[in-house]
């Protein structure tokens, strides 16, 4: 003989199964209308609605309905206050009316428009933390019965639910909201800055490179914007919804880089406390960008050659292959091809990094970019100090366009964030940046010079040229060189100045 399921029963079973509706749904609506078809089954109601305070304007929006006219019902709105449910929804207090036509709270004009003949209805408030968001009410048996106490009753635990759902929803897309403020945010930090004819040749190159899943190897100076780049082409891939996953191969020791790119199990070593997750696991179903490859050693190019080979790979101490799947992004500063012609790069390494390559520019090669990228800097620092009028003279643009920029991108940054720190809170000078023209001086360096006389030496012309530059001003000329003007006055009477 079939047991038959109590309607307590299935009233616990369809709560277990809306709970994980609740816990895993993101589509409110939906949520809400399957809470509302499941509270009206089980309570065998001729219709439900739930509706939703806006405090703004005081007024009962209808979210959900059910019922031969629950689409017609949503185009109605109910004033706080008015009606079983507006009085609900200004009270807190649930409500249970056997006969609606003896009772003075009932407003029979929604019913009368859409022709519903209403004999009885339960309502009970949606509240989180306390404070009222809604309301959810039933109406009429099926059956023509008056809904009773245990109605209301079950009807509060389907109403609990409801307001779980919606504070879930909202927390979720405040979240949401803060993760795309957070992306925007990057995105706007990881700019890449500048219209010059070869900046614009790279970003399309990256971009082509970018709608495929070739490993690239990015190659440049230090400074230039390598990893801005990895950026550029890991948001404009499909893996974009992925995560970046960024390593510094010269940071790290062999040990502890196989440690980062692998992680580790409890025990593997001395100080291994508990698992750790490495960088190619972080980036699965995205993309590994690993700066400055070139200071690689031997051994761990061979251990990274066998993972991009084979597709796995073990945690430090691990037994368990690991498979991911994961877009590799390389880059380095030095020669890679003269690494591998002279055996300290593996060749085998190389071509499967270097798919396509792909070479950023100097600054000094694109420096009708430096008045943008200098502005651009300059409005980051503006905002962080709060010094919204201070500007750039055309004499410091114009010096910083003849300036080479060894240090590139990086070094301009650097020298916008001294100018404002240093300068006069209202117009950055050619003072005011730490630069100087390397190619109007003459090192005087030879061979046959100790280190001690040819650091003297440089002292001496360096000191010599920021003189001239500030035309004797010692308190310019210290700022200038970033020491104190008291040291700069011991220099200049020990390298006998004038």
């Not at 890449?192 to 614009?200: A, E, F, M, Y």
Request: hydrophobic content about 40%.
């Amino acid at each position: 003989m079939t047991e038959r399921t109590t309607p307590t029963e299935n009233l616990v079973e369809r709560l277990h199964e809306i709970a994980s509706w609740v816990s895993s749904s993101q589509d409110l609506e939906k949520l809400l209308e399957l809470v509302l078809e499941t509270a009206a089954g089980i309570l065998n109601a001729k219709a439900g609605s739930i509706l939703l305070l806006n405090r703004r304007t005081k007024k009962l929006v209808f979210k959900a309905a059910t019922g031969e006219k629950k689409q017609e019902v949503k185009s109605f709105t109910i004033n706080l206050g008015q009606g079983i449910a507006g009085h609900v929804a200004e009270t807190g207090k649930p409500l249970l009316i056997s006969n609606v036509s003896q009772d003075p709270l009932w407003d029979s004009s929604i019913s009368h428009s859409l022709r519903l003949d209403t004999q009885s209805i339960a309502c009970v408030p949606m509240q989180i933390d306390g404070r009222i968001i809604g309301v959810l009410e039933v109406i009429d048996k099926t059956d023509g019965r008056p809904l009773t106490e245990n109605d209301l009753r079950d009807l509060s635990v389907f109403s609990d639910v409801a307001a779980r759902a919606i504070q879930n929803a909202k927390r979720f897309e405040k979240v949401s909201q803060e993760y795309r403020e957070l992306r925007e945010e990057l995105a706007a930090k990881h700019q890449i800055v500048g219209k010059s004819q070869t900046l614009k040749r790279i970003t399309t190159e990256a971009l082509k490179v970018a709608n495929s899943s070739a490993s690239t190897l990015i190659l440049g100076e230090s400074g230039t914007g390598k990893e801005l780049l990895a950026h550029l082409i890991h948001r404009s891939s499909p893996r974009k919804d992925g995560p970046l996953v960024v390593l510094n191969c010269a940071a790290l020791q062999e040990t502890l880089l196989e440690a980062e790119l692998f992680g580790y199990e409890k025990g593997a070593f001395t100080g291994a406390l508990k698992r750790k997750i490495g960088k190619f696991e972080l980036a699965d179903g995205g993309t590994l960008f690993l700066d400055e490859i070139g200071e690689m050693s031997a051994g761990m190019q061979a251990k990274l050659l066998r993972v991009l080979q084979e597709g796995v790979f073990y945690r430090v101490g691990g037994n368990d292959s690991i498979s991911v799947d994961v877009r590799v992004l390389s880059a380095t500063n030095r020669d890679i091809a003269d690494e591998v012609k002279e055996g300290r790069f593996r060749e085998d390494l190389y071509y499967r990094l270097n798919i396509v390559s792909i070479q950023m520019p100097a600054l000094r090669e694109r420096k009708e970019d430096i008045p943008m990228l200098a502005e651009y800097f300059l409005d980051e620092f503006r905002r962080e100090r709060g010094l919204p009028n201070l500007a750039l003279s055309d004499e410091a643009v114009q010096r910083m366009r003849k300036y080479d920029w060894p240090g590139n991108i990086r070094e301009l940054r650097n020298a916008i964030e001294r100018a404002v720190v240093m300068g006069d809170d209202k117009k950055i000078r050619p003072e005011d940046l730490p630069i100087f023209n390397s190619q109007s001086c003459d090192s005087g360096l030879e061979v046959g010079l100790t280190l001690k006389d040819a650091l003297n030496r440089f002292k001496k012309e360096f000191i010599t040229l920021n003189l001239e530059h500030t035309n004797g001003n010692r308190s310019q000329a210290a700022k200038i060189m970033g020491i104190q003007r008291t040291y700069l006055s011991r220099l200049i009477s020990k390298f006998e100045l004038r």
